[in-house]
């Protein structure tokens, strides 16, 4: 009912840029919050930012001054703008979105994630 499709990854060198955005699709009826969580090999799931529909954003420590999360509503698009990317930011990227989709007449919650973009930061 609902899809999740991230693009942007890729292999960058340390010090440099890289912007994700994953798009929401279905019929989707409101999005409360998005997020972007990234997960190594041997390593469990983490938060790296998250943006709710008010606006209001959180980021992990690690990420803070070099990562920035945005959102446009009006294509349930979110975005990751990693600046400054060191080697340790390599990672499987993941999209999640807590929302509400329409399925006959009816709406329902869900959480929803993408299928994951790979970011490598490697000279």
């Known amino acids: 009912q609902v899809q999740l499709v991230e693009s942007g990854g890729g292999l960058v060198q340390p010090g440099g840029s890289l912007r994700l955005s994953c798009a929401a699709s279905g019929r989707i009826r409101s999005i409360n919050a998005m997020a972007w969580y990234r997960q190594v090999p041997g390593k469990e799931r983490e938060l790296v930012a998250g943006?709710?529909?008010?606006?209001?954003?959180n980021y992990a420590d690690s990420v803070k001054g070099r990562f920035t999360i945005s959102r446009d509503n009006a294509k349930n698009t979110v975005y990751l703008q990693m600046n400054s990317l060191k080697p340790e930011d390599t990672a499987v990227y993941y999209c999640n979105a807590d929302l509400q989709y329409w399925r006959g007449g009816v709406y329902f919650s869900s959480n929803s994630w993408g299928q994951g973009t790979q970011v490598t930061v490697s000279s």
């Open positions: 943006i709710v529909s008010g606006g209001s954003t």
